[in-house]
């Protein structure tokens, strides 16, 4: 097994957009065109009103909802990052929409849920791909 390499991204028909605008360095989230509500994980259709939907930019924003705090080798690629914080993040543009990503320069003992954190794209080893990842973005609360 290569050590160095995290598992790819599989981009499918709903996701392509999300990958395509990662690759440019932003994040885009699946919308509704018609009642606006944001979808994610990303479907063709709006599951509220049945509208198309596309990718619109997010402020990447938001706090964490919850988080692991990775101690042994689970995923190849970041043997060197131990221990590291993996979070869910509840983005401040709708209740509920949420991204998983790791959690940079983060000492893990001054994480907690609650946490104000902004979104960054950054470089997923071994491949082309592009990811989410967040930064703590603001004092404790
Ligand atoms: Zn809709």
């Known amino acids: 097994m ?14 392509a957009g999300f990958w ?9 989230l699946c919308r509704c065109a018609d009642c606006r509500r944001w979808h994610q994980p990303p479907l063709e259709r709006c599951p509220a009103c049945g ?13 964490i909802k919850s988080f692991i705090v990775v101690r042994h080798p689970a995923v190849p690629g970041y ?24 959690l940079l320069d983060a000492d893990p003992a001054r994480v907690d849920v609650g946490r104000a954190v902004r979104a960054e794209i950054v470089d997923l080893p071994g491949g ?12 404790a609360p």
């Open 79 to 102: 043997l060197e990052d131990l221990p590291y914080v993996v979070a869910i993040v509840d983005l401040d543009e709708q209740e509920g929409l949420r991204l998983p990503g790791r």
């Open 2 to 15: 290569d050590l160095q390499t995290p598992p790819q991204p599989v981009p499918d028909a709903d996701s």
């Open 128 to 139: 082309d791909f592009r990811v989410v990842a967040f930064r703590l973005a603001g004092p």
């Open 51 to 63: 509208g198309a939907t596309g990718f619109e930019l997010v402020s990447g924003c938001g706090r």
């Open 20 to 28: 395509a605008a990662t690759a440019a360095g932003e994040l885009r």
